[in-house]
């Protein structure tokens, strides 16, 4: 079965950097999309970047794009949220998604979570 394990979440000031990190195993990595969310309290879970399973066209919230990267590393099994320029506002769990994008899986379409990693940016 898919386990998402992230890391790299903690505390940052304003205006700061940081990657969190996503591993899987028990599954292909590289036949998953992967995707961030990230929920704040009192907010709705709400995407934050995801990128296909063929690492092409990734998207990203309005509020993040032009200061986040998604990326993805098929050999570490792993998927990454670069951000930079930090805002207060970017403050909550993080949460790592994998699904396969792809028909003829029988998980096709089927969503995996991480258990999140907290991310506060905080003066």
């Known amino acids: 079965q898919v386990q998402l394990v992230e890391s790299g979440g903690g505390v940052v000031p304003p205006g700061g950097s940081l990657r969190l990190s996503c591993a899987m195993s028990?599954?292909?990595?590289?036949?998953?999309?992967m995707s961030w969310y990230r929920q704040a309290p009192g907010k709705e879970r709400e995407l934050v970047a995801s990128?296909?399973?063929?690492?092409?066209?990734?998207v990203y919230v309005d509020s993040v794009k032009g200061r986040t990267t998604i990326a993805r590393d098929n050999f570490k099994n792993t998927a990454y949220l670069q951000m930079h320029i930090l805002k207060p506002e970017d403050t909550a769990v993080y949460y790592c998604?994998?699904?396969?994008?792809?028909?003829?899986?029988?998980?096709?379409?089927?969503?995996?979570w991480g258990q999140g990693t907290q991310v506060t940016v905080s003066s």
């Open positions: 998604k994998a699904v396969r994008d792809r028909p003829g899986w029988d998980d096709y379409r089927r969503d995996y």
């Open positions: 028990g599954s292909t990595f590289s036949t998953y999309a």
């Open positions: 990128m296909p399973s063929d690492g092409a066209t990734p």
